[in-house]
């Protein structure tokens, strides 16, 4: 009987000790012990992770321009560059995404002051209320949240921005209620219309969707 | 055939009345489907991979070789020779991401190989001796962690936040769960199987990297 793979994972991030008898097993099976070692160097590297760039937008019309030139011209080869221009846009819109995540400094250093301010309000039925506010961190924008009153209930508290398209929206993490948070923006992502505020409760149910029950939202100004 | 079909989202009531949102909603598409149009030679393909990948392939070069300028020419031969390849990538037999990661291990090394090439010609215009170095190759570890911080971007919260709070900042799971007003047991949880999720992943890209 092989050891749980969770429970492998556990001897390899919280560094407790296998009790006598998984020891034994793990002293005789290549398998289970191999395992484990993997997800140790795993966890050792995690620990010293590289941040994430992104190539300047100059790269991808270098990419295009020479594939443009030297691309088989024919009905279905063709490139055409305006589609790819428009692709490359929300590209590094988006592409800018990729690094997003909550910075949590949710601490209560000095802060920059907020001049953006908004309030939160409660959408109809729910209670609470809160603020959100742009702050320029070394020349990208990141967003001050802070927010009480929000109705308790199982599960976590997650900050959104939707566009005010109202077809598209970004998870920017997960907010602590007590403390508040300051959380990335994508570059770009306000000026593209991901205005909108909204913090939502969300069950531990592993779904990456909306909960549909948003608490509190307000608008940031264009 | 755009790339607004790619990426296109339902229409669906206003945002007033939130609609079950993703963040493939937001301009995702999976990483299946952007392989499917890379193949069929789409250029939404083509700029949907660009959009998946081009940091992962950037910040390789920029890690591994340690200059701007040169990771940004890597990105652009990666993705040249990538699409230009597109006909032997099989999006049923292998992923996308993986294979451009292998990839760009080929570009990072023709770079250091330049790079060796051109110290060995001004060491001869000096001394007409051994150049015999070994050739540098790509750091297994850099790869690895590079593809890690990847994946962690991707993960689904609260347990991006949760494995971002323990590996980049190194909290313990119990200032986690005080800093997110999560149970103990929950950040656990979530480390655990992000753990074995980051792992998957690093299993699927080295796997992919062995077969080229």
Known sequence: MHVDEEQLARWAVEGDAPDPAAADHLRSCDRCQAELDELRRVSDLAHSLPSMEQPSDEVWTRITGELDSTEQVGPERRFRSRTLAAAAAVAAVAGAGIGVGATLVATDEETPATPTAIRLEPLAGKSGTGSAGIVQVSGAEELKVSASGLAAGPGFYEVWLINTDGKRMVSLGVLNPQAGGTFQIPTGATAQGYRIVDISLEPEDGNPEHSHDSLIRGTLPS | MTGAALWRVSAGPAWVTVRAVTSKDAGDPTAAEIATA???????????????????????????????????????????????????????????????????????????????????????????????????????????????????????????????????????????????????????????????????????????????
């Open chain 2, 38 to 212: 890379f193949a069929e030679g789409r250029d939404a393909g083509l700029s949907a991979a660009y959009r998946r990948w081009s940091g992962l392939v950037f910040t390789l070069a920029l890690r591994s070789l340690g200059s701007r300028a040169d990771a940004e020419d890597v990105t652009q031969q990666v993705f040249v020779a990538a699409w230009r390849g597109r006909g032997t990538f099989d999006p049923d037999h292998g992923d996308l991401g993986a294979w451009i990661t292998g990839i760009t291990r080929h570009c990072i090394a023709d770079r250091f190989a330049v790079r060796q090439r051109d110290v060995r010609k001004a060491e001869a215009a000096v001394r007409l001796a051994d150049g015999g170095a070994a050739p540098q190759v790509v750091d297994e570890a850099v790869v690895d962690r590079v593809v890690i911080a990847d994946e962690l971007a991707r993960i689904d919260d609260p347990r991006r936040t949760i494995l971002r709070l323990a590996f980049y900042e190194d909290r313990t799971h119990p200032q986690i769960a005080e800093q997110l007003g999560l149970p103990l047991g929950t950040v656990k949880s979530h480390i655990r199987r992000g753990l074995l999720q980051l792992r998957d992943r690093l299993r699927e890209v080295s796997g992919d990297d062995a077969r080229r």
